[in-house]
């Protein structure tokens, strides 16, 4: 498998391409003796950066099993427990899964196009409505991207917002997650809980944003508004409710018996195979590896807090359970600590490049009206220039990689979703189990098809 | 009319009125959750609004069992023929919402990856707008079209969905080209 | 933390850049190589594989001894021992724009080659499945280049009046 890359000068000998590998029915799942090793070792979940025998043994890749031993069926896209449209196919043996392969793009939005068309104002529009689990973080990464390429400092009230903001999506992202991960296990009053916590932290934002979600509120320079007047009081209320019901979720499902059968040692991971496959998040930590973005490197507020970063052991689903369950707690701490310490002053950058200026100008000034109308109708120019930042979101790291050529528009604008990287661990996750906790193994990836097809 | 002789425990009335007043207290929605309206349209048959006030909790996975397919988010132009796949699929009779600006008219999102309204591909009862639409303008669509249930007609078929004759001649078909598409209901 | 030399980078063109330690420019040939020179230097993670149209870029910032080309494949690595990032960005010919899978070094860049080929037609050699990953497989065209149009229709409203 491995090229020698030693001997130069290389000869490559290039196969001629045709349309052939972009024919009917390439993306899926095909028989043992139309695929190559390679690619069937990646299907039955191999990981070959590592050596044989590590990870799977050669010898339990049957290359020449007959095909009519086994079966191949097709879950998706439109299926109620695959979290959106991801379409998987899988070779069965009984109910063993032996294959997996994701196929995803049902949900190919074309925002990475569009978003070379949008100026940087209108951007955040845009990638909010990537990760709609949690708009603020795909806002807050494109935010991040163009300040530095601007080579602007927001105000400190501004990052912190921003803080509170992206912790308060987190907490609604993973009870979503803990009411569809109840809901793919059987538990149907543990997706009932989930929603009916996530509502306030949603009235929250629709009384601060105008929204539930896809806010654009965060953008390049600071951030829409100002929080509410008596926030403290409504986001303490949702602190002291979610923790107070967390116990509940410890209740219903944490010491169950059937659910902890059905998630312990269901999906294994380990470390070197995580971190092979480029897999961050909660995926990666629940194998033990401490990496956070927010400790590792932090960003906004984040090196002011006081926070954990919850590790797991076995990289099981049950582990990736209780390792969402206790972020929660984490982002109610932070939450707290973030009320304390919010401080005074403007909620975003008082630059006339970025900022248009206030409401009350417009009715009184004539070029406070041009500026106004220029910023939203030509944008700002930024310098010429490529940058990729990052940030932790619930789903992993979040990625964005915008090139500028001096206009007002990103050149290119590409987002890394977690997701998207994160959901080729499928094949290796499902391998020998059984195919009821393939769909418990697809909700503790957390997959959100927004941000994967994009 | 002889009726006053009668004992009083019974009510008159049409059979088309029956009729249409058990399928409009039981329509089943398809779980045809797409993007950002999905988790709306989850959140409407969650706890805060409950959507079984209206005899709808009944999300059905099988589409040969559902009366109402709520198209939830942005329809791709991979999705497409999946979307029309499952809308053949299921029984007479059957009502269509189109939830969201995206699945209504391609929204923000003129492009070539989307399709620009899902009535190029189906016909649409109610179109619900918003971005995403809150569970509540959502909830107004079902009595909207709860309302059209009870008062149209039983007997009559929908017209058939067929997707807009597209003389293929005089504007090809080219990725990536702007074609001329018309919005709305085919007739 | 440990403290990781870049030594694999000698010989390679670098620049610095905003929030990443070291931007390297390696042409193709050496593109594995330089990789895989950063996979031993403890760069465990390829984080983000991409593409870069550059057709109608008014003119980048390259160092010294680099071509311009086309298009430019970006590899963000990170290490998480040492908590560094690199990126490497390598140059591609239009004509011929072919180069080498990472998916042997790092197996994590497969989806993200996949996406790559799909939106742009840069194939990577070695690649174990070449396919279209979100356009739908008889799609013509690679939708993120410069010159593939965006597709926009004009709105057409229904029982509009029309020209006279």
């Known amino acids: 498998m491995t090229a020698d890359f030693t001997e130069t000068p290389r000869v490559i000998e290039r196969p001629t391409w045709s349309t052939k590998e972009t024919s009917e029915g390439a993306q899926e799942l095909s028989f043992r003796d139309e695929t190559d090793s390679a690619e069937l070792g990646r299907e039955v979940g191999a990981v070959l950066r590592l050596e044989d025998g590590k990870v799977l043994d050669p010898a339990q890749i049957d290359f020449d099993r007959p095909d009519d031993e086994t079966m191949i069926i097709n879950m998706g896209p439109q299926h109620p427990s695959t979290h959106g449209v991801l379409r998987l196919m899988l070779e069965l043996d009984g109910e063993v899964v032996l294959r997996t392969k994701p196929i995803i793009g049902y949900l190919h939005t074309g925002m990475e196009k569009t978003g070379e068309e949008l100026t940087y104002v209108q951007g955040a529009t845009n990638v909010t409505r990537m990760d709609y689990m949690s708009p603020f973080h795909t806002e807050t990464v494109f935010s991040l991207a163009t300040e530095a390429l601007l080579g602007i400092e927001i105000p400190d009230r501004a990052v912190w917002i921003r803080t509170l903001m992206l912790e308060l999506n987190r907490l609604s992202s993973h009870l979503l997650w803990m009411a569809t991960n109840g809901m793919d296990l059987g538990s149907t009053s543990m997706m009932i809980y989930g929603f009916r916590e996530r509502e306030m932290v949603m009235s929250f ?171 939203f109708t030509e944008g700002f120019k930024v310098p010429e220039g490529e940058v990729y930042a990052a940030i932790e979101s619930p789903r992993g790291e979040l990625g964005c990689y915008m090139v500028s050529d001096g206009s007002s528009k990103p050149f290119r604008m590409h987002i890394r979703g977690p997701s998207f990287v994160n959901l080729q661990v499928l094949p290796l996750l499902l391998r020998g189990g059984l195919l009821s906790d393939a769909v418990a193994c697809i909700s503790s990836v957390d997959p959100v098809m927004g941000e994967v097809d994009r | 009319m002889g009726l006053e002789d009668l004992p009083h425990n019974f009510l008159t009335g049409r059979v088309e009125d029956l009729v249409k007043w058990a399928r409009r207290s039981s329509v089943w929605p398809v779980t045809f959750g797409l993007a950002c309206c999905a988790i709306e349209m989850m959140a409407a048959g969650a706890a805060d609004y409950d959507l079984s006030r209206f005899g709808m909790e009944v999300f059905r996975n099988s589409p040969r069992q559902a009366d109402l397919m709520i198209v939830a988010g942005r329809v791709s132009q991979k999705m497409a023929p999946v979307l029309r796949q499952v809308y053949d699929q299921m029984m007479e009779p059957k009502w269509v919402i189109s939830m969201g600006v995206c699945a209504s008219s391609g929204g923000m999102f003129n492009n070539y990856a989307i399709v620009q309204g899902v009535d190029q591909i189906i016909p649409v009862d109610v179109y619900v707008p918003g971005c995403p639409p809150s569970p509540e303008t959502l909830m107004h669509a079902i009595l909207t079209l709860h309302e059209q249930i009870r008062t149209g007609e039983i007997t009559k078929r929908r017209a058939e969905g067929r997707p807009l004759e597209i003389d293929a001649a005089a504007s090809p078909w080219v990725p990536g080209k702007p074609q001329a598409v018309q919005i709305g209901t085919p007739r | 933390m440990t403290e990781i030399s870049l030594g694999a980078l000698s010989g390679v063109p670098t620049a610095a850049g905003v929030g990443v330690d070291q931007i390297a420019f390696p042409d193709r040939s050496s593109y ?42 970006v590899v963000n690595l990170l290490s998480l021992s040492a908590k560094r990032r690199v990126r490497v960005r390598v140059q591609v010919p239009e004509g011929d724009a072919v180069v080498d899978s990472l998916f042997s070094l790092y197996p994590g860049t497969e989806a993200m080659e996949r996406e790559a080929f799909d939106m742009f037609g840069v194939r990577f050699d070695g690649h174990p499945d070449l396919t279209r990953i979100l356009m739908p497989e008889e799609w013509e065209g690679h939708p993120l280049r410069k010159d593939y149009g965006t597709g926009r229709v004009p709105i057409q409203f229904k029982e509009a009046p029309g020209p006279r």
Request: net charge negative; hydrophobic share 40%; charged share 25%.
């Open chain 1, 205 to 375: 934002f629709e009384k601060t944003t105008g929204l539930r979600f896809n806010n654009n509120f965060v953008r390049p320079g600071g951030v829409a508004a100002d929080l509410p007047d008596g926030w403290e009081d409504d986001v303490a209320v949702i602190c002291d409710t979610v923790l107070a019901r967390s116990f509940e979720y410890d209740d219903l499902l944490t010491g169950q018996p059937i659910f902890r059968e059905r998630t312990e040692g269901v999906g294994g991971l380990t470390a070197e195979e995580a971190l092979a496959l480029s897999v961050t998040g909660p995926l990666l930590r629940s194998t033990g590896v401490p990496w956070d973005l927010r400790r590792t490197m932090p960003y906004l507020a984040y090196g002011e807090l006081d926070f954990d970063v919850i590790v797991g052991t076995y990289g099981d689903n049950f582990d990736r359970y209780a390792l969402r369950l206790a972020e929660i707690r984490e982002s109610i701490r932070m939450i707290r600590q973030i009320i304390e310490k919010m401080p005074s002053g403007d909620y975003r950058i008082q630059d006339p490049k970025v900022t248009p200026p206030p409401r009350g100008r417009i009715d009184a000034s004539m070029e406070a009206l041009i500026h106004h109308f220029k910023i």
């Open chain 3, 32 to 73: 594995v190589a330089t990789i895989a020179g950063l996979k031993d230097a403890a760069f465990e993670m390829v984080t983000d594989l991409c593409c870069v149209d550059y057709l109608g870029h008014p003119g980048r910032t390259l160092p010294d001894g680099v071509t311009a080309e086309r298009f430019e494949v």
